[in-house]
């Protein structure tokens, strides 16, 4: 049975993730519409995109402990 703390734990990660994910939203956009032109990573940037891998990584866990399939799901996220 899932209890109030693994709940919390899921509940937490996934706004984790969706932080993670509005922040790199707001900095991908302010980059503008670049088009036919490269854009290099800055390093605020790069801390961005880790911070969703790192938070991905971490709701995938709790997940798959909840749902009591192992390690196949955080195992499946792992493209970096």
């Known amino acids: ?3 109030d703390d693994e709940v919390l734990t899921a509940a937490r990660a996934r706004n984790a993730l969706d ?3 509005a922040d790199l939203d707001g900095a991908v956009s302010a980059l ?3 088009a036919d032109d ?3 990573a ?3 940037l790069v801390a961005l995109l880790l911070r969703v891998v790192v938070a991905r990584r971490e ?3 709790v997940e798959s402990f ?3 399939v192992g390690g196949a799901v955080a195992d ?3 493209w970096v």
Do not use: F
Request: aromatic share 0%; proline share 4%; charged share 10%.
């Open 42 to 44: 800055s390093p605020g």
């Open 32 to 34: 503008g519409n670049i």
């Open 19 to 21: 932080s993670a994910c």
């Open 59 to 61: 709701l995938a866990g």
């Open 76 to 78: 499946r996220t792992r």
């Open 66 to 68: 909840l749902t009591g």
């Open 38 to 40: 490269d854009v290099m």
């Open 1 to 3: 049975m899932i209890g």
